[in-house]
């Protein structure tokens, strides 16, 4: 069974960090591209960055470019998300999901809530 | 950016009826491999996004088979065949042929 579980979310305060990670598990982390979707609340979907299997290739949202940094850890399947520079804006959910061009399984999320 | 826009909003529909949902891209979403990557996702209240069509019309596992894909271009729909009430929920349709993905506003689906 494929798992994707998110950790690192919580409250912090404007200009902090976070790292988010996300655990997967039943299938070849490896070999797939990974991706990071955040929902503000009771607002829609936004994709964040993806990354490729081999971390060579990463791609951002113009809005957290410079601040948002993608990785992975091949070894122990997991993908992270760097968080700098946080903004109010930034408060959301944000979601581990699997694949690039499309998304077929997802983690429960994280909340990450900026606020003084 | 490519803008997807969904429509309508909200939508609110009787049991057993059927609902089709509308999402049109601004560019088109052929990709240069043959392939269109148009996905729909529905999110029920509380829970994670959960993909149910992927390439335009390929339905995931699991999925019923009342819900179908269909469209071409820049313009694709949705269709529940007979709503359930395990339907209620946002759907939102989302393009994998650019960078930066883009998702649409989502279509609300709730019951009468």
């Known amino acids: 069974e494929v798992r994707l579980v998110e950790s690192g979310g919580g409250l912090v305060q404007p200009g902090g960090s976070l790292r988010l990670s996300c655990a997967a598990s039943?299938?070849?982390?490896?070999?797939?591209?990974m991706t990071w979707v955040r929902q503000a609340p009771g607002k829609g979907l936004e994709w964040v960055a993806t990354?490729?299997?081999?971390?060579?290739?990463?791609y951002y949202v113009d809005s957290v470019k410079g601040r948002f940094t993608i990785s992975r850890d091949n070894t122990k399947n997991s993908l992270f998300l760097q968080i700098n520079s946080l903004r109010a804006d930034d408060t959301a959910m944000y979601y581990c999901?699997?694949?690039?061009?499309?998304?077929?399984?997802w983690g429960q999320g994280t909340l990450v809530t900026v606020s003084s | 950016d490519v803008v997807m826009t969904q429509s309508p909003l909200s939508l609110s529909v009787t049991l057993g009826q059927p609902a089709s949902f509308s999402c049109k891209s601004s560019?088109?979403?052929?990709?240069?491999?043959?392939?269109?990557?148009l996905s729909w996702f529905q999110q029920r209240p509380g829970q994670s996004p959960r993909r149910l069509i992927y390439?335009?019309?390929n339905r995931d596992s699991g999925v019923p088979d009342r819900f179908s894909g269909t469209g071409s271009g820049t313009d694709f729909t949705l269709t529940i065949s007979r709503v359930e009430a395990e339907d209620v929920g946002v759907y939102y349709c989302?393009?994998?042929?650019?960078?930066?993905?883009?998702f649409g506003q989502g279509t609300n689906v709730e019951i009468k």
């Open positions: 999901a699997r694949g690039m061009s499309s998304n077929d399984y």
């Open positions: 039943g299938f070849s982390f490896s070999s797939y591209w």
């Open positions: 990354i490729n299997q081999g971390a060579s290739e990463k």
């Open positions: 560019q088109s979403l052929g990709n240069s491999d043959g392939n269109t990557y």
């Open positions: 390439k335009v019309s």
């Open positions: 989302m393009q994998g042929t650019y960078w930066p993905r883009t």
